[in-house]
């Protein structure tokens, strides 16, 4: 059974750092393609950014150059570390894995298989 755990969320300043975590447990993350996802009230579901097997990291517009996804391996933990916040980008966030069923390049836009509960970020001006 696969299981994504979120931490990290909360309340910030316009400019300000957070940093989510996502704690995976029934698959291995480093043969998975996982990515964080936002849903703001009242929007559709984003993908923001992910990150394949081999390493390799993707960003949407929005967030590219502000946000970084990373993976500890050994801890079987994904992250998503995020500076210069905007009021923008206040939404639930969700980390997710895909199966592989699809190319990972893909899975921003048609979405992954396994999702969170969730990590609120509010930001304010």
């Known amino acids: 059974q696969v299981q994504l755990q979120e931490s990290g969320g909360g309340s910030v300043q316009a400019g300000g750092s957070l940093r989510l975590s996502c704690r995976v447990s029934g698959i291995t993350i480093s043969r998975s393609c996982l990515g964080w996802f936002r849903q703001a009230p009242g929007k559709e579901r984003e993908g923001v950014a992910r990150?394949?097997?081999?390493?390799?990291?993707h960003y949407v517009d929005s967030v590219r150059g502000r946000f970084t996804i990373s993976q500890d391996n050994a801890k079987n933990t994904l992250y998503l570390q995020m500076d210069s916040l905007k009021t923008e980008d206040t939404a639930m966030y969700y980390c997710a894995a895909d199966r592989g069923s699809i190319s990972c390049s893909v899975t921003l836009y048609y979405g992954m298989d396994w999702y969170g509960k969730g990590t609120q970020v509010t930001v304010s001006s």
């Open positions: 990150i394949d097997a081999r390493g390799q990291d």
